[in-house]
Nanobody
Framework: QVQLVESGGGLVQPGGSLRLSCAAS????????MYWFRQAPGKQREYVAH???????KYADSVKGRFALSRDNAKNTMYLQMNSLRPEDTAVYFC?????????WGQGTQVTVSS
């Protein structure tokens, strides 16, 4: 079993920044690709970005150039730096990971962009 804990969400004004973290814990596992998804009220969950275990990244067009993914493999942690935030970025952000013990979702962290 792998446990995921997301943190870093909150309320920020348009144009502001937040940094989300997703930390994986457990025993006897290795992480593969790590993803962020988000779900706004009344909308389907959507892909935001992902990072491979070699550090390659890919982003949805809606966040490209504003969001940046990184990971610390020694800490089994992924980070999402979100800059130039917009009201339409408001959502619950979920991390999702591939591991040698299966695929897991985090519980989500709320990001609200509002003045």
């Amino acid at each position: 079993q792998v446990q995921l804990v997301e943190s870093g969400g909150g309320l920020v004004q348009p144009g502001g920044s937040l940094r989300l973290s997703c930390a994986a814990s457990g025993s006897g596992f290795s992480l593969g690709d790590m993803y962020w998804f988000r779900q706004a009220p009344g909308k389907q969950r959507e892909y935001v970005a992902h990072i491979t275990n070699t550090g390659e990244t890919k982003y949805a067009d809606s966040v490209k150039g504003r969001f940046a993914l990184s990971r610390d493999n020694a800490k089994n942690t992924m980070y999402l730096q979100m800059n130039s935030l917009r009201p339409e970025d408001t959502a619950v952000y979920f991390c999702y990971v591939h591991s040698t013990r299966g695929h897991y979702w985090g519980q989500g962290t709320q990001v609200t962009v509002s003045s």
